[in-house]
């Protein structure tokens, strides 16, 4: 089964902290992406990655940078963390060989007071 | 720019009853359109994957169809169960050279009453 984990299920930050979020996947899989989930307002793409060390933006990538140093690991990271950025974030992955399957992290909820 | 929308916002029935859920999409020129289910507090599961040259797709008692020139999916649930109590969520594909980016509607959260 391909598994798509997230560091945590829960986060509390303050206003202006630096975050982490990191998304590991198991299946040698090319492309993962990070979506946020707002109530009303579905997935957003905020960026995703097609290769080690290669990033496009997505539809929302104010405040937002990502990492890709591993083919497995695609991390999420918010420079200044604001408290519209309390959301669910989800962190996806798909093959190149089956470019229309993607995989899904169970999610992290963000809350920044 | 392509938009999704998910018609109701919520939906609540008895159990046993036949239902569907209907998605719109502002630009008809998608590569394919799925459904996924979304359990509380966890990540997606796709349900059903139409590409643009199909019609219908069906997997259990559920069905899926497409009318690309109208921008319209629906998704059809034969004899609902409190199992299928959850949130669907509609997304179409728009295929770029590398990966395959998604646009997502709101969702519908279904609660199926026993």
């Known amino acids: 089964d391909v598994k798509v984990t997230q560091s945590s299920r829960y986060l509390v930050k303050r206003t202006g902290e630096k975050v982490f979020l990191e998304c590991v996947q198991d299946m040698d899989h090319e492309n993962m992406f990070w979506y946020r989930q707002d109530p009303g307002l579905g997935l957003r793409l905020i960026y995703f990655s097609y290769d080690v060390k290669m990033k496009e933006k997505g539809d929302i990538p104010e405040g937002y940078s990502v990492s890709r140093e591993k083919k497995e690991r695609f991390s999420l990271i918010l420079e200044s963390a604001s408290t519209n950025q309390t959301s669910m974030y989800l962190c996806a992955s798909s093959s190149d060989r089956n470019l229309y399957e993607q995989y899904f992290g169970p999610g992290t909820r963000l809350t920044v007071t | 720019k392509q938009e999704v929308t998910q018609i109701p916002a919520a939906l609540s029935v008895p159990e046993g009853e036949n239902l569907v859920l209907n998605c719109s999409f502002t630009d008809s020129a998608i590569y394919n359109l799925q459904w996924f289910r979304q359990d509380p507090g966890k990540g997606l599961t796709s349900l059903l994957l139409i590409q643009s040259s199909q019609r219908e797709q069906t997997s259990g008692r559920l069905n899926a169809s497409l009318d690309k020139s109208s921008g319209r999916s629906t998704l059809y649930i034969a004899a609902s169960q409190p199992g299928d109590s959850a949130t669907y969520l509609c997304?179409?594909?728009?295929?770029?050279?590398?990966?395959?980016?998604?646009?997502f509607g709101a969702g519908t959260i279904l609660r199926v009453k026993s």
């Open positions: 997304a179409v594909s728009r295929l770029r050279e590398y990966g395959n980016k998604l646009v």
